[in-house]
């Protein structure tokens, strides 16, 4: 059996690494394979297999998915493009641009045709960055003020922004490598639950609390001006104290990373979304990838009401792992299924 390289980090002195090196340190010995770390940061490095083929990484990027269709993947806009060619029911939605680069573009859509379209296709509508992942900037907005407010804001961070009908359902990844389906889970967004005497703030820093003991490193951003936003709207602050089993959902979007919950759903998956994520995989010409599907009932049964909201060709797992033991042994697995693809490759 080949040596796995370790690198201590320079700062810390210790071997701890990024969620994706850790596991690939951990399971490349199971087939033999050498993992060569770069020191300081351990977020890059290099599977050297028994055959001799080498493949770098860059955090969850394995080199598994050809260049072209990982950019794809990554703008939300062209790959809407793609899965609507061919054939697959995505949103209702539109790109828009800032005012430097519509200077520079022969069809322009400015922040105001995008106001003058969410109101085509009626609010609320989701409004996101186009090309940013993790659920960052993506915000439900209900009316004029806030669409400007959160195109803004997006606009500060990148030229493209998307708007989005907003679908009622509940909200899907599935993780396909080739012709298997690895893993599924439902995204349940940002939420606390009331116990009669705790402040919202006290239960979110609670909720905190518990993702740093379970190993979890999502970061809940209290000051995140979406989540004072929905207080709002609820008539709630932060000093209020929600009811006893009162369920205050404080983001829209379901992203893990921004403090989402996920329940594990791989076993009961109905064949209809099985085939239609290993489907859109192949047909998006990748080899890995996280699909992301709201559908209008339970996963479990077939349903024809759903939309693939986004396809992602690097799916981090580290969230759905910090659910159990369980979760922990499929995504050691999905790598150690990766390593070995990529050894025959």
Partial sequence: MKKVVQSKNKKTGSLNHPFVTEIILRIAPQIGAEVLVEPEYGYVGCVIFRNGRKVLFRGTNLNINPLGSSEIARDKGYADF??????????????????????????KRTID??????????FPVIVKPNNLSQGTLVVKVYNKKEFYSAAKKIFRRTAV???????????????VLDDEVLSAYQRIPLHVVGDGKSTVEGLLRKKQRVFN??????????????????????????????????KIYLLNNANLSTGGDAVDVTECVHPRFRDLAVKITKDMGLRICGVDIIVSGDISEAHEDYVIVEINSAPGLDNYAA??????GIVDELYLKVLKALARS
């Fill in 113 to 122: 045709d995008g106001f003058e379209y969410a109101k085509k296709i009626g």
């Fill in 213 to 246: 003991k379970t190993g979890r490193d999502t970061i809940i951003d209290i000051d995140d001006f979406r989540i004072k936003q929905n207080l709002k709207r609820l008539n709630y602050t932060f000093l209020s104290v929600p009811k006893r089993d009162e």
């Fill in 161 to 175: 922004l998307l708007v989005q009908k907003f679908y009622e359902g509940n909200d899907y990844r599935i993780v």
């Fill in 323 to 328: 659910i159990g033991e369980k979760q922990r």
């Fill in 82 to 107: 793609f899965l609507r060619h061919f054939g697959y029911k995505t949103p209702t939605n539109q790109t828009f641009f800032s005012e430097k680069l519509n200077a520079h573009l022969k069809i």
